[in-house]
């Protein structure tokens, strides 16, 4: 389904988002929370995609791993505003809680963070400035490529009961947490309300 960035996709994905119902924040002492953004942007066809960045590989934790822009939310931060400053601060881009169009579950990682996936429409996206102490490479991912059958799979490994999903890009696997919450969108965009809080990651990304 073809998906152009315009202001009919907006409303339609801001719908979605809208007419999905988050599981409740029971809270989780133990674990640090977190936002990343699901920046959704136009692709150089002029479709609707979403920003991936590579991790920069002098980063101390998940170095050079595939991720969605975020990071810890700071004291008295919602989680909204915390994936805002981090789309500033890893991408350079300024958007406002006006162009939040939702948030889907928490998803809470093996190195300890409950992470709060924020949907933002990007409109002015076009001075993307990569920081390159964060970020060491940003990529436009069409929505298309998520929506097709073959996008994800799962597979077991003998370190859990709990199946491990992979986002298949291009020659490119990605894993849970981004993997994720990336399927978690693809869902809402159908109109499926689908949990993930039970889909596994990969060992090295434990720590």
Not at 16 to 41: N, S, Y
Not at 46 to 59: D, Y
Request: aromatic share 8%.
């Amino acid at each position: 389904m073809a998906r152009p960035f315009d202001d009919a996709t907006r409303r339609n994905i801001a719908e979605l988002c809208a007419g999905f119902t988050r599981l409740p924040d029971e809270g989780a002492p133990l674990l640090k929370r977190a936002a990343v953004a699901i920046a959704l942007a136009g692709t150089e066809a002029g479709e609707t995609g979403f920003l991936l960045t590579r991790r920069a590989a002098s980063l101390r934790a998940h170095s050079a791993q595939w991720a969605l822009p975020g990071g810890r939310c700071d004291e008295g931060e919602t989680q909204a505003q915390a994936a805002l400053r981090e789309l500033h601060e890893e991408l350079g881009l300024r958007l406002e809680e006006a162009d939040v169009l939702g948030l889907l579950d928490d998803y809470p990682t093996r190195s300890g963070y409950l992470i709060t996936p924020v949907v933002v429409w990007a409109q002015d996206e076009g001075a993307i400035v990569p920081n390159p102490a964060e970020v060491a490479a940003v990529h436009r991912i069409s929505l298309g490529a998520i929506e097709h059958r073959e996008a994800f799979d799962f597979i077991a490994i003998p370190e859990s009961t709990r199946r491990v999903i992979r986002f298949h890009w291009e020659d490119r696997l990605i894993h849970a947490p981004t993997a994720a919450m990336i399927y978690q969108f693809r869902e809402v965009l159908g109109g499926r309300p689908t949990r993930v809080d039970d889909l596994e990651q990969p060992v090295f990304a434990w720590k």
